[in-house]
């Protein structure tokens, strides 16, 4: 059964905060009054760890207008990985709106295919910002799929 992949096990790493009050720990604590913002320049990066093999199906995010990661590559670790190589699992283009945008990073995943699809780690890499200054603003982060 789909659901978050996100749990208080899940290790999460950014490239950078603009300051304390906008917080890696706002990503994913499903406040619309909270956000985490990146310092100036690109890219800018978002690293998770999940603790266990994970099958992500969707990408769910929610931006500030104005402060969008406009091309974001969206790339995977397995557990087979033994020298920490990164594939790139699917390029998205976000609006630059404020409301959720949820992007398909798998079409449909057969029962035996399971296995060769799970990873341990996902990143995003956000290429190109909307914000002349590369900042990227973004108020709540899902990753839906199976453990």
Sequence with gaps: MAGSLIDPNTKIKV???????????????????????????????????????????????????GFVGTKCSVYSQSKDSAVSEWILLR??????????QSFQLRESIE?????????????LVFEESSDFFGRITIYDLDIIGMK
């Design 15 to 65: 490239s950078s905060t603009l300051d304390r009050s906008v917080g890696k720990r706002y990503l994913t604590d499903r406040s619309p009054e909270t956000c985490w913002t990146s310092s100036q320049g690109l890219p800018q990066t978002i690293q998770m760890a999940f603790g266990q093999p994970v099958i992500p199906t969707t990408l769910s995010i929610t931006f500030q207008g």
């Design 91 to 100: 390029q998205v283009f976000p609006e630059d709106v404020n409301r959720v």
């Design 111 to 123: 029962e035996n295919e399971s296995a060769a699809l799970a990873v341990l780690q996902l990143k």
